[in-house]
């Protein structure tokens, strides 16, 4: 049984995505375990709870520094003996001890075809707007494990969506967020199917 601790900021529509995958069997194998959030108010608790996952808040209000988090994560982690860690909508860059404690079992979902429109300050509806601004025809999201770089680790997968000429930041991130669940889900499946090592 793989098991998953999801990290969250916002509205966590990528944690509804695996919840419903591994309810609906589509991810055979894997429990998450833990919701990790760095603000009380992220809807994502909000699903958690609806669905009996346990919840925890780590955040600046309770830990004040960043190293002071990082070490609580850490011991969550443990606590749960946790296998993978997914960053879903999570707006903290993680320090390089938590990267170090989980090399190659944490992955994070980016609303861009990396490297294009990645790594400081892209994030969100900013990636959008500098996708319409460049005029692209097309954009997408990646799934990849991170490392102590912002948005750098080994690409597990992506997949395009087409930009038109209607398309709006808005409209796009729309469209990103669809094949962000899909390859999301398919990543964690795969996981899984021990089709990517994680330890
Ligand atoms: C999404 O746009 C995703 O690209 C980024 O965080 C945003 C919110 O995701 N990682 P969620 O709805 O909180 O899962």
Same mark, same amino acid.
């Given at each position: 049984?793989?098991?998953?601790?999801?990290?969250?900021?916002?509205?966590?529509?990528?944690?509804?995505?695996?919840?419903?995958?591994?309810?609906?069997?589509?991810?055979?194998?894997?429990?998450?375990?833990?919701?990790?959030?760095?603000?009380?108010?992220?809807?994502?608790?909000?699903?958690?709870?609806?669905?009996?996952?346990?919840?925890?808040?780590?955040?600046?209000?309770?830990?004040?520094?960043?190293?002071?988090?990082?070490?609580?994560?850490?011991?969550?982690?443990?606590?749960?003996?946790?296998?993978?860690?997914? $960053? +879903?909508?999570?707006?903290?860059?993680? =320090?390089? %001890?938590?990267?170090? *404690?989980?090399?190659?079992? !944490?992955? &994070?979902?980016?609303?861009?075809?990396?490297?294009?429109?990645?790594?400081?300050?892209?994030?969100?509806?900013?990636?959008?707007?500098?996708?319409?601004?460049?005029?692209?025809?097309?954009?997408?999201?990646?799934?990849?494990?991170?490392?102590?770089?912002?948005?750098?680790?080994?690409?597990?997968?992506?997949?395009?969506?087409?930009?038109?000429?209607?398309?709006?930041?808005?409209? $796009? +991130?729309?469209?990103?967020?669809?094949? =962000?669940? %899909?390859?999301?889900? *398919?990543?964690?499946?795969? !996981?899984? &199917?021990?089709?990517?090592?994680?330890?």
């Amino acid at each position: 049984m793989l098991n998953i601790a999801v990290m969250v900021s916002g509205g966590g529509t990528n944690l509804q995505a695996i919840i419903d995958a591994i309810e609906n069997k589509k991810i055979g194998q894997a429990k998450i375990s833990v919701v990790i959030s760095s603000k009380k108010s992220a809807y994502a608790l909000k699903r958690a709870e609806n669905h009996g996952i346990k919840s925890v808040v780590v955040d600046k209000e309770t830990y004040q520094t960043q190293e002071k988090i990082t070490d609580e994560i850490i011991k969550v982690l443990k606590a749960e003996n946790i296998d993978l860690v997914v $960053l +879903a909508g999570y707006m903290t860059i993680l =320090e390089k %001890k938590l990267i170090d *404690e989980y090399k190659e079992q !944490i992955i &994070n979902i980016h609303p861009s075809l990396i490297p294009k429109y990645c790594g400081k300050g892209f994030y969100g509806m900013k990636v959008h707007q500098a996708v319409i601004e460049a005029g692209e025809v097309e954009s997408g999201a990646t799934v990849h494990f991170v490392d102590d770089g912002v948005d750098t680790g080994r690409i597990l997968k992506q997949e395009k969506v087409q930009v038109t000429k209607e398309d709006t930041p808005e409209t $796009l +991130a729309k469209k990103v967020l669809v094949v =962000e669940h %899909k390859i999301l889900v *398919e990543t964690i499946q795969r !996981i899984c &199917n021990n089709n990517f090592t994680v330890k």
